[in-house]
DNA sequence: CATTAAATACCCCTTTAAGGCGATTGTATA
DNA sequence: TATACAATCGCCTTAAAGGGGTATTTAATG
């Protein structure tokens, strides 16, 4: 199986490169610092793999993957990457990626992962599974507990048309600290603005 | 009956006083020039009713009926004012006012509405009446055909979160006639912002 | 014919919103 | 004890929203 490297870290871009260079069955097409530069190069090149760091520097791993999986849908994306926090997990798997490993995963485990991905598989580090599991025992619960009290409380303000000011002066807090919880609420919601927050939200049943 | 009166129109005012004070019946308990002189002398005064101009500079004569009738609901209150538009005169019957004299009116009239208020009736002048009646007639009409096709058309966009710019594009128009309907309807709708207009909005069923 | 409303467009200006930074405190928990 | 998260406050910037005018054209209506 083809596969094509990026990873902003020099040292464990080569490491990557020469550990499975090793492997039989295994063929590195390729391995790029950024997703700048990997994307004019992917242009040219046909493989089945993208195993990709997301704490990328420029364009994230994440948008990197949007991209791939937007013009070549075959290919299959394995996340490799130190956070283990829920936003970029479902932020990777969303945007396309079917495997997820932690860096601090052994050479053995990459290995077995990238096989698994080709025959179809979807691995991932245990500490990753159990949040996905945990996402639908929770169900609804996981929607309902994204926000938090405070959040929450400011959400329905916005609902009723409050400005940051009116919202501080109710809640007795500083109109940057309604700012701050606001633009916290967006990037949860992945929204960018009022209306796409309310209607998330009662999309959600947070609300 | 005992009355206060809140007119800034100083020649007016000393009008009202001398008309009024001649009645029989009729004691003037004083006159100010706006709410905010009027509300601290109102505390330690007994009165039945208030006759009341709603184009007060500072608050409002609106804002002074709401005040008024908060505290003491017992008062009467009437607006005498030169307007005559839906707004003005919805929002004073809304705030608490039984009723509602034109300046145009003749001492005469302005008199016996006086009593008729005081004898629980709810005078205005012919114009006003039409217009209370009308609304009654058209029912919900009024409230749905408040906005104008156009109007409507651009309350859907902005319940989809799209900018003025993109509401210009999509309705092929400048963006400056965009801002100049949404100023229109928040008028409308008595709001100042897009929350309030579609929360408004859809309580009353426009969209 | 005069008035009114709707739709269009432009001007000025101030306020808000939102993104990007950083930073501290307290609490819970792995 | 380190890590994470919630909640708090701050600064800076740009873009958007909103409030105040004015003005023209067209259509309907008293």
């Given at each position: 199986m083809n596969i094509a490297i990026v990873e902003d870290d020099p040292l464990l871009r080569e490491n990557l490169k020469l550990l499975l260079s090793g492997e039989k069955n295994i063929t590195i097409l390729g391995a790029w610092g950024s997703a700048e530069e990997a994307l004019p190069a992917f242009k040219k090149l046909s493989f089945d793999i993208m195993l990709v760091?997301?704490?990328?520097?420029?364009?994230?791993g994440i948008e990197l993957i949007k991209k791939i999986k937007e013009g070549r849908p075959e290919i299959e994306i394995m996340a490799h990457t130190v956070f283990e926090d829920r936003n970029n997990v479902f932020s990777a798997i969303k945007a396309g990626a079917s495997g997820y490993i932690l860096k601090g995963s052994s050479p053995r485990e990459l290995i077995e992962a990238l096989h698994s991905l080709y025959q179809g598989g979807a691995p991932m580090s245990p500490k990753i599974a159990r949040k996905l599991i945990m996402e639908f025992q929770d169900e609804g619960a996981s929607e309902e507990y994204l926000l938090s009290h405070r959040e929450k409380e400011i959400v329905k303000c916005t609902e009723n048309g409050l400005a940051y000011k009116e919202i501080a002066e109710k809640l007795s807090i500083s109109p940057h600290t309604v700012h701050t919880h606001i633009k916290k609420i967006y990037e949860k919601l992945h929204v960018k603005n009022r209306q796409e927050a309310l209607t998330t939200a009662r999309k959600k049943g947070i609300i």
């Open positions: 760091d997301l704490g990328l520097p420029g364009m994230s």
